[in-house]
């Protein structure tokens, strides 16, 4: 095997050289899949001192090329002189490690942990332990070409921010983060986005204020008219936070002007998202500064096209009401809790009524005979039968919350009429909610209202009708079969 010039010692690497540069990938693979053989010729030495640099300085290859190689480097060890020389295979490796493939970087991680059991312990501290040097990495990372890269660099940040403590935080993730949050990629504002409130409450204390409103803020507010949904909607789920973080003061001057736009954004999640976390807030300068503008909001994600928006703003519905306070509730969304239990999609009948007992509980049982009550005993009367229907289910949910005597006077003559209404649905549904409200309701109602109903029903032409009733009677696990069995005992 003599080269061209008859240099014995040349011809390796000027074979691989020529082999890693041909076009043939499989060409170059075989190359690298023979290293070890290339090492062996060439001996420790100049595998140290010619090998590994050009190794390390053509490492630009297609990843299983790159993947072969770094998997090659961490059977290397006795191939460089042994455990003296290993630290000779961390340049190649540590630039495999920086690579955009994530299977070649985990390659090469593994590798760099394989020989770096084979360090002394002074090489260890000399050589080896630069390389967990984080900034140079980190600065790297965060500008790499790949944005799947600075993704990672944003979703991971605050627990960066915790490793590297506040002076390199100051001085290095500040601007890093603000990059970050203007980077061309929708994926990695949104990563970074989220991120906002906990990268400004780890921040030092005493700069806090200083950095937020110098550095972070002006990028905030771009974010609030950012070209994509996600990323404002991210923004959204994390930004009411920094009132808590900046103030009074700082919130009504910088933040509530971000709030308010937020609060019209065509997106509704956006809109969701900010009403979610009005609690942060309301802490800090009172809901009311933001309520004439939260109820536009409030009723245009209540009429949404979409059925999920309409459930989620009901969800959020009592977290608001005890925010706003009874009487701006009455004043401004009562009636609007109230159309939800007509709306055409059943789990939002179901939600608006689970909505009512929880308001009841918040506002209390006196509340509910004056405000609510009437209203959802007046449905009785609809002609649309699943509007009937609404009412036994409102009855069953705000019974046990507003007490035995409302429950007693108010409700159960309904129900007992409904007892005759024409829809069968409707009528089994009656001795169900009997059944239900039983518990709430006294012995001598339950002996001379509500038994005397049930027999009837018992004896119903409809067979559903029928079985529902016999069920309350004398089903199993019901209250009132109880009762019945110990009055005729």
């Known amino acids: ?36 053989t290339i090492a062996l010729a060439l001996g420790v030495e100049r595998t140290r001192t010619e090998l590994l640099p050009f190794l390390t300085d053509t490492i630009y290859d297609e990843d299983e090329v790159l993947l072969a190689l770094a998997e090659q480097l961490g059977n290397f060890t006795m191939l460089v002189g042994g ?61 790499d070409k ?79 008219s950012d070209t994509s949904q996600h990323v ?21 001057e910088h933040l509530l002007p971000l709030f308010l736009a937020q609060l019209k954004d065509e997106c509704p999640e956006v809109r969701l998202n900010i009403i979610s976390n009005l609690d942060c807030v309301n802490e800090v300068i009172g809901i009311r500064q933001l309520s004439q503008s939260l109820l536009p909001a409030i009723v245009e994600l209540a009429e949404d096209a979409k059925w ?21 509730f009455d004043e401004k969304l009562n009636t609007l809790c109230m159309a939800w239990l007509i709306d055409h999609v059943y789990a939002i009948r179901e939600a608006a009524t689970c909505n009512l007992m929880k308001l009841v509980e918040k506002f209390g049982a006196e509340w509910a005979q ?53 829809v069968a649905n409707v009528r089994f549904n009656v001795a169900k909610s009997l059944q239900k409200i039983g518990p709430v309701l006294d012995s001598n109602a339950l002996q001379t209202e509500v038994k005397p109903v049930l027999e009837k029903l018992a004896t119903d032409t409809d067979m559903d009708v029928k079985y529902f009733a016999q069920e309350a009677i004398r089903g199993k696990d019901s209250t009132l079969s109880i009762f019945f069995y110990e009055v005729s005992s």
């Not at 299977?103 to 760099?112: G, H, I, Q, T």
């Not at 203007?182 to 990695?188: F, G, I, R, T």
């Not at 404002?232 to 009504?252: E, Q, R, Y």
């Open 232 to 252: 404002k909607s991210a923004l959204a789920s994390v930004i009411m936070g920094l009132s808590t973080i900046l103030g009074k003061d700082n919130t009504v």
């Open 1 to 36: 095997m003599a080269g061209a010039d008859g240099d014995d010692s040349l011809y390796p690497i000027a074979v691989l050289i020529d082999e890693l540069r041909n076009e043939d990938v499989q060409l170059r693979l075989n190359s690298i899949k023979k290293l070890s």
């Open 308 to 328: 999920r928006v309409r459930l989620a703003i009901i969800e959020y519905m009592p977290l608001l009401a005890g925010q706003l306070g009874v009487e701006f």
């Open 146 to 224: 790949s944005w799947r890269v600075r993704y990672m660099v944003a979703d991971k940040f605050s627990e960066l921010q915790k490793a590297v403590g506040p002076e390199i935080t100051k001085n290095d993730l500040v601007p890093a983060f603000q990059n970050l949050l203007k980077d061309c990629e929708a994926e990695v504002r949104s990563a970074a986005a989220k991120k906002i409130k906990e990268f400004c409450e780890n921040l030092p204390e005493d700069s806090r204020e200083t950095i937020i409103m110098t550095h972070i803020l002006s990028c905030v507010k771009e974010l609030v």
């Open 370 to 422: 004056n405000t609510i009550v009437p209203k959802v005993l007046g449905m009785a009367n609809d002609p649309n039968y699943l509007h009937r229907m609404t009412t036994l289910f409102c009855i069953n949910s705000l019974s046990e919350a507003c007490g035995q005597d409302i429950t007693t006077k108010h409700m159960l003559p309904v129900v007992l009429k409904m007892s005759n209404d024409q």
């Open 83 to 143: 455990p003296e020389y290993v630290h000779c295979l961390l340049p190649p490796l540590e630039s495999l490690a920086t690579v955009e493939e994530t299977v070649v970087r985990d390659k090469a991680v593994e590798s760099l942990r394989k020989i770096s059991q084979e360090h002394s312990p002074v090489d260890l501290e000399v050589h080896f332990e630069p390389l967990t040097l984080v900034m140079p990495t980190l600065r790297q990372a965060a500008e």
